[in-house]
Nanobody, 114 residues
Framework: VQLQASGGGLVQAGGSMRLSCAAS????????MAWYRQAPGKERELVAS???????TYADSVKGRFTISRENAKNTVYLQMNSLKPEDTAVYYC?????????WGQGTQVTVSS
């Protein structure tokens, strides 16, 4: 599985941004997908995840502001980010778990200015 993330950039605090992650292969519907992020000097952390059945989980820091969704027909997972804060600044990584095999995308930079 290859993962291609896009949609990062620079946004002002309070703004919105949507990240996309397109996956290769014919088994996307079976993938559990997630978004992680890593800020400078910090460990990578889970932001949000969505199972093949559509069950979602979120980090406490983004609950109510971020929404993860998937579009199986397009082999794509999204992360809608609203009410962005400077502390959301990080490189965001797409992650896939397909039958116990783990895959990472290349990362996309999100910078939130105050």
């Amino acid at each position: 599985v290859q993962l291609q993330a896009s949609g990062g950039g620079l946004v002002q605090a309070g703004g919105s941004m949507r990240l996309s992650c397109a996956a290769s292969g014919n088994n996307f519907v079976y993938n559990s997908m997630a978004w992680y992020r890593q800020a400078p000097g910090k460990e990578r952390e889970l932001v949000a995840s969505i199972t093949s059945g559509g069950t979602t989980t979120y980090a406490d820091s983004v609950k109510g502001r971020f929404t993860i969704s998937r579009e199986n027909a397009k082999n794509t997972v999204y992360l809608q980010m609203n009410s962005l804060k400077p502390e959301d600044t990080a490189v965001y990584y797409c992650y896939s778990d397909l039958w116990g095999n783990h895959y990472w995308g290349q990362g996309t930079q999100v910078t939130v200015s105050s």
